[in-house]
């Protein structure tokens, strides 16, 4: 019948092995709350990595950043984080600078139109984790939290902020 949910055993025959099922399942969710997400930041003409660039320079700030210890702390890999940065320069979001005594080194601080626009953007980022993840309570969430960090412990870089 249209509708109905297979049975466990029915959509256990459907994958190779749980951890195919496991892998599907995130792939799959990812891409459930990644439209919301996408919804939300098209309406600042942000994709989610230039807002994530954008909360992790708020954090540092008054601080400047370098590209590459940016480029090492996004949610996702960012190969290239020169275009992100030039995006966000172009929109006054953020600064760099070259130090005089290293001119291989960009480094990266938001603006105070960058601060405005988080905080601009602020509330609807919350409503949106509401809708992602809101049905879930608080005890489901550390669990998944918790169940997340550990399928993802053996692939993280040792000095990954991430553990």
Same mark, same amino acid.
């Given at each position: ?71 090492? &702390? ?23 600078? &070259? ?42 969430? &550390? ?5 997340? &960090? ?14």
């Amino acid at each position: 019948m249209v509708g109905e949910k297979p049975d466990r055993k029915k959509r256990s025959q459907r994958f190779d092995s749980p951890q195919q099922e496991a892998y599907l399942n995130l792939w799959r969710t990812y891409d459930r709350l990644r439209l919301l997400e996408d919804e939300l930041f098209g309406r600042y003409d942000l994709t989610a990595q230039q807002y994530n660039a954008l909360r992790l320079l708020k954090a540092a700030h008054p601080k400047k950043v370098a590209t590459l210890g940016l480029a090492g &702390r996004l949610v996702s890999r960012a190969p290239d984080i020169t275009r992100m940065v030039d995006k966000l320069v172009e929109r006054g979001l953020v600064d760099r600078e &070259r130090p005089a005594d290293n001119r291989r080194v960009v480094n990266v601080g938001i603006t105070e139109p960058g601060l405005a626009l988080l905080d601009e953007i602020a509330p609807a980022v919350r409503e949106c984790h509401e809708r992602q993840l809101g049905h879930m309570d608080e005890s489901e969430m &550390r669990t998944l939290v918790e169940l997340l &960090r550990k399928a993802r412990g053996p692939h993280e870089a040792d000095d990954s902020s991430w553990h």
